[in-house]
């Protein structure tokens, strides 16, 4: 069953000047409708806390809820999907696990676990990063657009219809030449949430890749 996905991705981060649930907020208020809630510094408790607010938002705004890693939530609140970090997850089993149903999303670095992914049934992947982020720790290499550019001929190549994201230290002035590369869409966190604007920030993207 193909799922929809969306072009643009806002992803809420731990920041101090703002909390996940006024991300998701000011996200979809600006605009949004996919918010990847992305969180690993609470327990089960807090992020139910957070993932029942977050949801009801997105369920206002109609937006899709996804959430990062913590599968063993799926079925205790209202949530679309998951996006694994983890590059050597089995994602058949996972599929398995979670149902046709759920929206499930990986991450890979290379053009080959891309491959793997569609091959064992993601609805989308995350690429990245492209250059130097902050959001998380990355051993990976940097993209950068050549990288992109190697990743969506590859792909076009053997025909494999896989939604990839670009994500990792992406501004609002590196769009239009992601975009280009032929990539279906970009996944984004602090050029958006530790912006002056948010919601102006939000919009900007918006606007680009839309």
């Not at 799926?74 to 696990?97: C, P, S, T, V, Y």
């Not at 279906?184 to 948010?198: L, T, V």
Request: one cysteine or more.
């Amino acid at each position: 069953m193909k799922k929809f996905i969306e072009k643009f991705q806002f992803i809420t981060h731990d920041i101090d000047q703002l909390t996940h649930i006024e991300q998701a907020r000011i996200a979809c208020e600006a605009g949004a409708k996919w918010i990847q809630y992305r969180c690993l510094s609470k327990d089960d408790e807090a992020l139910l806390q957070d993932i029942h607010v977050i949801a009801e938002i997105c369920d206002d705004w109609g937006a899709t809820l996804i959430v990062t890693n913590h599968i063993h939530l799926n079925r205790k609140a209202d949530i679309q999907g998951f996006h694994i970090e983890d590059m050597d997850a089995d994602f058949i089993a996972l599929r398995k696990q979670l149902g046709e149903d759920i929206t499930i999303g990986g991450s890979s670095n290379t053009a080959e676990g891309l491959f793997r992914l569609a091959a064992e049934g993601v609805d989308y992947a995350g690429c990245g990063p492209f250059s130097i982020t902050t959001t998380k720790p990355n051993n990976s290499p940097l993209l950068g657009l050549e990288g992109y550019k190697k990743v969506a001929a590859l792909l076009k190549e053997k025909e494999i219809d896989l939604p990839v994201l670009a994500v990792g230290g992406i501004t609002i002035d590196d769009v239009d030449a992601l975009m280009a590369t032929g990539i279906f869409g970009i996944a984004a966190s602090s050029a958006i949430n530790q912006s002056e604007d948010m919601t102006l920030a939000y919009q900007s993207f918006y606007d680009k890749i839309m």
